[in-house]
């Protein structure tokens, strides 16, 4: 497959901004916590705040899901070069 390098290359930088995605929800969460016992502020879950971070913590779990249906799918996508393979591409490879 002659963009599988390139699908691979563009699934592997989605990988590593959805774990930046993760690790920044993360971060806030906590900052968040912090600031509400100090402020008095509502941290229990349900509070929009929290509700929203959340809400983004599970969108890069389906992202991350997604990533690996396409690797998988990829992979089975690449085992069918033998079988996509003109007459004449086989002739070409048995000459060298």
């Not at 806030?28 to 402020?39: A, I, P, S």
């Not at 003109?86 to 070409?92: R, T, W």
């Given at each position: 497959m002659e963009t599988?390098?390139?699908i691979r290359s563009t699934v592997k930088?989605?990988?590593?901004?959805?774990?930046?995605?993760?690790?920044?929800?993360k971060l806030?969460?906590?900052?968040?916590?912090?600031?509400?016992?100090?402020?008095?502020i509502n941290i229990h879950a349900g509070s929009i705040r929290f509700d929203c971070l959340g809400a983004m913590k599970a969108a890069v779990?389906?992202?991350e899901?997604?990533?690996e249906?396409?690797?998988k799918n990829l992979q089975s996508a690449e085992k069918q070069d033998?079988?996509?393979r003109?007459?004449?591409?086989?002739?070409?490879e048995s000459e060298y």
């Open positions: 599988s390098n390139e930088n989605i990988k590593y901004y959805a774990s930046k995605l993760q690790e920044l929800t806030q969460f906590e900052k968040d916590v912090d600031k509400g016992h100090l402020l008095g779990d389906w992202i899901t997604y990533c249906n396409i690797e033998e079988k996509l003109l007459p004449d591409e086989e002739e070409q």
